[in-house]
């Protein structure tokens, strides 16, 4: 019984397997049937979508020309801003020779030599009198250096170039030697202003470009070793061996930099070249001019309306779109494959792409040395500050109603510190302290740099025991011996920016956030001008002196880098910021649509746009034309890689990046055909009657903040 249940149950078993084997055959069959079912839907899904695209591009392709041509005469504003700004220039050249006001022309050599020959000879060195001359000089030096950063290279010569930098650079010393001239005459004088308590000479002159802090050491009494400026807050602590010596301490602050190199003013920068790229070609009739973004001083400002409102619109930065005869011929060559060796197109330097840079500039090895300050990474901010130890010269004596001084023909002596004797031995420090002007923002703890005339940089060394209050806004510090000192600060500490939004608020009128980590900055715009409406830091507004007035984008960007609020990456920024690069051909053409549509749609950062590449650019947009905020669901995404534009279906909170269309849209070839399908005629009748110089304005700072490599 017991081997017939065995046999039994062995059956049982097979069977049972054999049902399991057709079970698991016939779901292995379903499964593959099922699969080639899905694969075949997926491969008719991608045929049906590939049509699709096939068609959309073909149609694209059918229209390109069309719309190329259409956006060709919008552009064309473009060159009307650059040629009423080089008509400008001519008219008001041609208005300082009517003038005859006794001012010269810095750019005519005869004149400014003349002018400096004249101040050199004249020896009234009244302190009063060489800071009046000392704002004309100043203004002379900024008429320069705007003509250097704003002239498109077709109407300035290398000749010309080199003759305003020398001119520049003969001016500052002039101004330089001045200020030395009237600090002994007023050392001369020193009992004029003669401090009670003490016995010493104290005395603040001031204007808003310069500050004279001297004191000087008439009692020589150990115990009056420091002094503390009260008008600014500047003081310092001498070593007991200068207390009892006839020397004198001058802090002359100066709101600007006559120190650092003139290449910080005006770079030379080398073109970016494309080779092999028929999608460049037709863009290369097209040459975009930028300045380097690199100024020192900023122009006051009228406010408007008034006549100085149109001259400063001559300072503007020149950006321009140059064309010639044969632009559609090279369209119709790249639609058409021609053969193109190499075609080069002039982007703006500060658009060039990183790798071409570091290939052009691999022998430009920077720093060699720890305490040598990187001045494409660090830049002066808040002026300079030339701390000296004087020679005390002669003093005026009165006899009876004469007054006598003995005449030496060194003129103004510096007093050696540390003595030659004890170069070798140890010798004790200069305790300095500064008040920081509440015009400038330092974000973070400034860097304290010397300058070194020999080797011409800025240096760390021989500077110690900084002790920065940002409260109080002052430092302190000690030095080893007498120096010309700057606060820098890191050019990029509010780069990358967190956000941006351009909207427009008005006919030719707009407005731009820029969102950092330290503050948000915006930017109104308006017809031809732009105006720094506020800078907002941990919610407080900062910088009030520097807001509503108009101004230039050159002059603005002036202004604010002055003021440490650098939003305008520059030539090399890229080295020192870890940026979503782009393509330059996409951003800068999309820099350019953006402006000339910039009068009914707003514009603002997606978070997608890291996510695209580098070929490509994301952002929100949305037709905008009531000066009111816009809502979320107003938003709608757009990518432009320079030659086609796109709506996407994705959302700013979609969970992934994704390239597909929008339903029931279509691709262009411009940014301008993409948003017209969804814009109503009100909005396309403010675009086309748009002013070209609210548009070259939007444009310039879109160039200049590049708010979509640098968020």
Known sequence: KSSGKKKVSEAEQLRLQKEEEERRLKEEEE?????????????????????????????DQERRKSELAELHSLEQKFLSAQQWKTDYRANAKWEHYLS???SPDPTVLQEINTFMSLWHEDQNEDVQLVMEKGEQVLNLIEKLQFLLLDTPPNEITEKETVQYQESILELQNLLHQKYNGATERLLKTANMYEDSETGNMQAVIKDKNVTFCIWANLKKKV?????????????????????????????LHTQYDHVSPLWLQSQSVPKLEVLDSEELIQYSNYNVEEPEAEEKTARAEPSMPAEEEIRSDERKSASSFKENSSSMAGINEAEEKTEKKSEILDVPSQVQDPLMQEKTNEKEEA???????????????????????????????????????????????????????????AHPPIHITLKLSDHVMYFEDPVIARWDPAGQQWRTDGISNITYKNQEKSITFEMDAFYTIALLQD???????????????GMDEALLRVTTAFATVQIQIKGHQCMLSSVAVEEKHVLSHATGKWASPLDLRAVLKKAGVNIFPGEYSYKYVSVNKKAPLAEVRAYQQMALVASAFAFAWSK??????????????????????????????????????????????????SEELEEDTEFHSTLYHMLKDFASKEAIAKVEAASFLFIDVVYQLLLATRVLTYS
Request: aromatic share 8%; proline share 4%.
């Open 31 to 59: 499964a593959q049937l099922q699969a080639q079912q899905e694969e075949a839907a997926r491969l008719e899904k991608e045929r049906i979508e590939q049509e699709q695209m096939e068609n959309l591009e073909a149609k």
């Open 100 to 102: 005859c006001d006794g």
């Open 223 to 251: 115990r009056f070793k420091n002094h503390v400026f009260c008008d600014v807050g500047h003081g310092f602590d001498l070593p007991k061996s200068l207390a009892v010596s006839d020397v004198a301490v001058r802090i």
């Open 367 to 425: 720093i060699t040395s720890d305490n040598v300050v990187d001045l494409q990474q660090f830049v002066p901010v808040g002026g300079v500050y030339h701390i000296d130890a004087l020679q005390l010269p002669p003093q005026v004596k009165q006899i009876k109603d004469w007054n006598i001084v003995e005449l030496l023909d060194v003129g103004l002596e510096a007093y050696p510190y540390p003595p030659e004797e004890a170069e070798e031995a």
């Open 491 to 505: 050019a990029h500490c509010n780069m990358l920016y967190h956000a941006w939004e351009l909207r427009p608020t």
């Open 608 to 657: 997608w746009n890291l996510e695209a590449g580098q070929e490509k650019v994301v952002f929100k947009v949305s037709e905008h034309l009531k000066a009111d905020s816009i809502e979320d669901k107003d938003w709608s995404l757009y990518m432009f890689n320079g030659q086609k534009a796109q709506k996407l279906k994705i959302t700013e909170t979609s969970e992934a990046f």
